[in-house]
């Protein structure tokens, strides 16, 4: 049984920071590509940032130099550290998961975790 649980949402105000996790259980972590999403009411769910099991991060645009996608193998943990955050940002983050070295979709997914960044 597979699980992706997400952790560290919260409601923030603009230029503040949140660090969102996800622990991942019942897959060999380290052969998975990580990644987390976002989606708004009434938008897509988006690619935010990937990262490989070596390190390698991608990053969405709309958060490059804002937000880092890190993990940790022998926690089964990805992490989504969020900062200058911008009301922009507000949407349900999901962690996702596939298989191997690349990313073409997600394996599995985890519930999402709500980030409102609001005044």
């Known amino acids: 049984q597979v699980q992706l649980v997400e952790s560290g949402g919260g409601l923030v105000q603009p230029g503040r920071s949140l660090r969102l996790s996800c622990a991942a259980d019942?897959?060999?972590?380290?052969?998975?590509?990580m990644a987390w999403y976002r989606q708004a009411p009434g938008r897509h769910r988006d690619l935010v940032a990937t990262?490989?099991?070596?390190?390698?991060?991608y990053y969405a645009d709309s958060v490059k130099g804002r937000f880092t996608i890190s993990r940790d193998n022998a926690q089964n943990t990805v992490y989504l550290q969020m900062n200058s955050l911008k009301p922009e940002d507000t949407a349900v983050y999901y962690c996702?998961?596939?298989?191997?070295?690349?990313?073409?979709?997600?394996?599995?997914w985890g519930r999402g975790t709500q980030v409102t960044v609001s005044s």
């Open positions: 996702a998961a596939e298989y191997g070295w690349g990313w073409s979709g997600a394996d599995y």
């Open positions: 019942g897959i060999v972590f380290n052969t998975y590509t």
């Open positions: 990262i490989t099991r070596y390190g390698e991060a």
